[in-house]
């Protein structure tokens, strides 16, 4: 009953698809057109840090202090220690920023990971921007696309290559994901469908520092792969 422009789905039970839909508002949606997915790129973007705990390169409950040269958190109240990968991917690190990441309409704008972990440009309103701890880690669960900002960063230090490419190399590749990207590129922009607003005007394109938490661009055939795989 409401507009939603541009729309695909599958429904699985048990591993197997059972069912897919599509809407389109003009241009024809299929199971292979690029979609952003803002903070569903979470759950793909935790696979690729579980995937440098596989190899031994971070441990999910050492502080993640030890692996950050190009930044680290500000001084807080409390013990930063507490911050760790397992924490980070649970929400339950302390860290208060809240931050769901609005993203810049000019791709010269976007800020370095460090900016935007210092104070991200491209917050909501009336809220900070700023990563920081702001409760006692692993006292409650609070959600912060800081956190996942701050994983983006500890996947650069700790495999030494852009994250893009990290997740391209170890998941995207490995899982066939071939129309799976978190920086678009001309070879696949000719997939994208159109974004729209809610009042059904057509919605700009926004690039985005925080790609781990908002910016992956996929299709539905790639995430029926992904979910298959960890069925």
Known sequence: KEFVGNFAMAIMKDGVIEKELFYSKNKKVDKNTIFQVSSLSKIVSAVGV????????????????????????????????????????????????????????????????????????????????????????????????????????????????SFNEFMTSNVFIPFNMTSTTYILNDSLTGNLCTFYNADKTTAPHFYYTSLAATSLYTTLADLETFFQIFY
């Open 50 to 161: 579980m995937k440098l705990v596989e190899l031994g390169k971070i441990d999910l409950d050492t502080p993640v202090s030890k692996y950050l040269k190009r930044w680290q958190l500000p001084p807080s109240e409390f013990d930063n220690d507490g911050v760790t990968v397992r924490r980070l991917l649970s929400h339950t690190a302390g860290l208060t920023d809240g931050l769901g990441y609005n993203g810049f309409k000019d791709k010269k704008l976007t800020q370095t990971l460090e900016q935007s972990l210092t104070k991200a440009k491209d917050a909501d309103d009336g809220v900070s921007g700023e990563v920081k701890v702001g409760i006692e880690p692993n006292s409650a669960w609070k959600y912060s696309g800081g956190g996942f900002t701050l994983l983006q960063l500890i996947v650069e230090e700790t495999s030494g290559q």
